[in-house]
């Protein structure tokens, strides 16, 4: 039977991350979500890694550090989802599981494991885990899984380079966004002049990001393109969306002043 | 015509039963459950097998902590008579002994105080399972 030790599950977890941050569109779709998650795991950079992907959604996480501290949990409060972690101290996943079950907990509770033989996996079923979430973390499947069991927070699920803008409306968090856009303004025409393509790759990300929410859908349209040509290489391009960008950027701040 | 469910809450407690009792209601009324309930209850466990016999009774929350008998004790001495009762343990903490001795007397459920309204659901939801599980084995 194949066994992966916590040490190896490290090692892929941040190789697996890294890809999802960097490469993966997969990764960019994230669903908006309410509810409650347990998430039984003793393995320090595991509950940092699913606790980070998982509070993405919008959903809350309780932790618990091993089978008895998560029974004991799941017993005193209410939870949507339970993640849990099979090779634990004080008591397994297994035996938690098992427990659980006794006590008539119904709520689905997934498996995380790096076993993955066939065999582990019906072994899993059979002791009453809904599925099974195998390490490497897949973030498509936890989000597979999340979507499943958890609230949709508005009923569709949202692109992270599309999301629905939350309007800022705070006067101190705007004052903030036009001071930095002030500065941006200036850097955009230092690189234009000096061909910094990695400085206007930095801004333009930054604007992309952040207009929208403050309803400048002409500043994040243009900072999408300036990003599209730039990621191309199509430098020549890239210079004039970065100079209607920054045109634009200087329009705002006008109007801002006025 | 709407299913009629027969309660008892064993603790000693007065406030605590009728906590217990309040909650049980507003869960099964918000959530729209078809279910009449009957409450009955016990301070102390004693004579339970002719309380759950005379009363019909259908489900029981069962605190672990009773002054004079341990709560566990009076669910081994249901487990001898009434098998298959559902019998809910509740405690004031969810003490890893605590649960896993309820486990092994046969404890189908173990809600924690003070109360959370999602675990109490639960417990009626699974109650409900049982039931129908049961009607459809027979």
Known sequence: MKRSTDNNSQTSLFKNESNYDSVDPQAESIPSLSGDVLLVEDNKVNQHLFTFNIEKTGAKVDLAENGQEG?????????????????MPLMDGKEAMSSLVQLGINIPIYA??????????????NLGFTGTLTKPLELTKLYQILNQHLTNSDDKVHNTSHASPILVQDPK????????LAKQHFEITEYITTLNYSGLMKIAHVINGLAGNFGYDKLTLLAEKSLQSLKQKEYQQAIQHCSSLNQT???VLNEFND | MSLTINILLVDDVEYSRDLLRGSLLTCTHEHKMDIETNFFHSSTGADIIDVIKYNKIDLVYLDIDLPHISGLNVLKEIRENYPKLMVVMVSGESSIENVTTAIRSGANGFIVKPFNSGRILETVENYLKRLSKQKAKS
């Open chain 1, 71 to 87: 029974l004991q949990k799941a017993l005193t409060d209410h939870y949507d989802l339970i993640l849990m972690d099979i090779e």
């Open chain 1, 249 to 251: 950027v200087a329009e």
């Open chain 1, 173 to 180: 968090i705007r004052a903030m966004f036009y001071t930095e």
């Open chain 1, 112 to 125: 995380l494991t790096a076993n993955n033989m066939p065999s582990d996996i019906q072994e899993y079923s």
